[in-house]
């Protein structure tokens, strides 16, 4: 793949993989809702070691750690600078763009500069946790176990996973053979727009044939759908009560204001050893389970 690191599920011997789905990707979300619970950016940076620490017991450290590459700096430069541009609660001033009409009296603060950079931290983890489900959570048995609840939306969203590769490939075939026009077929806009209708109108046809294929093999008849059979495993119950222990984590220092960190008027960060010794466990308490490797397949 010319060097590039794909993101997508691979099986992989590691105990997170060996878990049930629903499981993984339970561990995953509870790593992202830490991260949206909190704000003081020492436990934000501990739940970001959290997630490259996952990434790399469960073997999708190298795809994890090139995500975090690429959108760390966009997300950076984004959040602070839209921060800074929109917000008018600091009290550091450090730069006066003057009036910008509808914006108004445009004035930098050192606070919103802050704010943005914590912000950008916390949308970071959630986007790297969110990742690590994509990596570690089979879709398969995902979709299978939301069949149970909800038939039609499971199979929806098989379908979609399934063909949304197949729309870009086409759409890049279509787009390569414009090109090999002798004319160079339309160009910008209009050539987009070409590849564009091309594309839907292919996966309209295909969406037909598949709804056809479903309806032969039974899928519209209305039947219960039959459980994985699976045994609980000692990874699934390891991988949720981590990612439980971490939600409480984060609700314990939210409710009595461990760790407060608050942007405006003016910054003020609480740095204690209760702070860092809360950052501490949540990497402890989710590293944990990455230690039994029994049952693990290699």
């Known amino acids: 793949m010319n060097g590039a690191t794909r993101i997508g599920y691979v099986r992989r011997p590691s105990p997170l993989h ?9 561990y995953g979300c509870a790593l992202a809702v830490a ?31 090139r995500a975090a590459r690429v959108a760390a700096l966009p997300m950076v430069v984004l959040t602070v600078l839209v921060n800074v541009l929109v917000s008018r609660e600091g009290l550091t001033v450090f730069a006066r763009l003057g009036d910008w009409g509808v914006l108004g009296q445009v004035n930098l603060t050192v606070e919103a500069v802050v704010y943005g950079l914590v912000l950008a931290l916390r949308l970071l983890v959630v986007t ?19 069949r149970r609840i909800s038939p039609h939306s499971a ?13 870009g490939a086409d759409a890049r075939r279509l787009a390569e053979a414009q090109r090999c026009r002798p004319d160079g077929g339309a160009r910008g806009a209009r050539g987009r727009l070409a590849v564009m209708r091309a594309t839907v109108a292919g996966a309209l046809d295909r969406s037909l044939d598949v709804a056809a ?3 032969m093999r039974g899928y519209g008849a209305a039947r219960a759908a ?3 059979g699976r045994e609980l495993s000692r990874h699934d119950v390891a991988f949720a ?7 409480l984590i984060a609700l314990y220092a939210s409710v009595t204001g461990a760790g407060s960190f608050t942007a ?10 209760e702070v860092i010794s809360l950052a501490g466990a949540m990497l402890v308490v989710s590293l944990l389970p990455f230690l039994d490797r029994r049952g693990v397949q290699r």
């Open 128 to 146: 790297l946790s969110c990742l690590l489900v994509v990596c570690a959570a089979d879709p398969d048995e995902l979709l299978f176990s939301f």
């Open 213 to 215: 294929v479903l309806e």
């Open 18 to 26: 060996a878990a049930r789905a629903t499981v993984a990707a339970t």
């Open 226 to 228: 039959r459980g994985s």
């Open 241 to 247: 009560v981590a990612g439980a222990a971490v939600v």
């Open 155 to 167: 199979l929806t969203a098989a379908l979609t996973t399934r063909l949304i590769p197949v729309l």
């Open 35 to 65: 991260a949206l619970m909190t704000q003081n950016p020492i436990l934000l940076g501990g739940l970001l070691a959290t997630v490259l620490a996952a990434s790399f017991a469960a073997g999708v450290g190298r795809e994890i750690t």
């Open 264 to 273: 405006y008027p003016l910054v003020h960060l609480e740095v204690s050893w």
